[in-house]
């Protein structure tokens, strides 16, 4: 029971980490510091999720904005508020 126990917090531990990785990628990736704290699978998930979020924008929205602000990079570079807010 206690073997069942420390299984399931760890996981849960992972699980979380993982929801972090995905929800602040962005932030993460502008980052070398906050880079290197991430295990190599970690890093492979961020750059996965932060490619599916920038193909999903610009399919949906920024291939419909003016020069400026149709990038990701570009907008996330030129924001001057930082994204971990809420």
């Known amino acids: ?8 917090l760890l996981r849960s531990y992972l699980r ?14 502008r980052s070398e510091d ?17 490619e599916i979020m920038e ?3 610009e399919q949906s929205v920024l291939s419909k904005l003016p020069y400026g602000y149709d990038s ?3 907008q996330s570079l030129s924001s ?7």
Request: proline fraction near 0%.
């Open 80 to 86: 001057t508020e930082d994204d971990m807010g809420t």
């Open 55 to 57: 193909k999903h924008l």
């Open 72 to 74: 990701v990079s570009r």
């Open 1 to 8: 029971m206690d073997l069942d126990r420390t299984l399931f």
């Open 16 to 29: 979380l980490r993982l929801q972090k990785i995905e929800k602040y990628t962005m932030h993460i990736s």
């Open 34 to 50: 906050l880079l290197s704290r991430l295990s190599q699978q970690e890093r492979r998930f961020a750059k996965s999720c932060a």
